[in-house]
């Protein structure tokens, strides 16, 4: 797929050759509390997604759920997905700005922003799926992904995994307190 576009770097090439899963909806707060006992998020709701925690939180929250006996019966280990893994699943085999089109007009169907959010996360999944069946890729709340930050490349990569380190690590999606663009 074609990773990237004019505003946010050099559109390029890149070749995914590792199957991996990601969850239909962001992580719930039921399920943050189920995995660590605890829910931080300003809004409670339990059908709402986990907001203001950290990266490392995330990495430990995965880690915690990896170690659970049910989840390594089946062999199960859960990781943040890399940018190119989280950009392809949202762009679900779309060539267009957003997975519904390029018609920013459209995103209220499709995503929770400023715009439409009343000031607040929204319970998840309410809105309509990309192609692939997956909720909320372009808002509600922003989305941690494995890579420290650097600029895209110009060339075709295959399996990139970002730099080693960095000064800032990577989200990406939308937000309901920020604007559609």
């Known amino acids: 797929f074609v990773m990237g576009d004019d505003q946010d770097g050099p559109p390029h090439e890149v070749t995914l050759t590792k199957p991996f899963y990601l969850g239909v909806t962001e992580v719930t707060n039921a399920q943050w509390e189920a995995v660590m006992g605890e ?77 439409n959010s009343d000031g607040r996360t929204q319970p998840v999944g309410r809105k309509k799926p990309n192609p692939w069946g997956l909720y909320d890729m372009h808002g509600n709340v922003w989305e941690w992904v494995s890579d420290w930050y650097e600029a895209y490349p110009n060339d075709a990569v295959t399996d990139p995994q970002g730099p080693f380190r960095g000064s800032r690590r990577v989200h990406r999606g939308g937000s309901w307190y920020r604007t559609a663009r």
């Not at 990896?66 to 089946?74: D, F, N, R």
């Not at 060539?95 to 499709?110: H, P, Q």
């Open 39 to 115: 829910v931080p998020s300003r809004n409670k709701a339990p059908n709402h997604p986990v907001d203001v925690v950290s990266w490392e939180e995330v990495v430990g929250f995965c880690e915690k759920l990896s170690e659970l006996p049910e989840e390594q019966k089946a062999g199960r280990v859960y990781r943040l997905p890399t940018e190119a893994e989280w950009e392809y699943a949202c762009r679900a085999g779309t060539k267009t700005a957003y997975s519904f089109g390029n018609d920013e007009r459209l995103l209220g169907d499709c995503a929770w922003f400023a715009g």
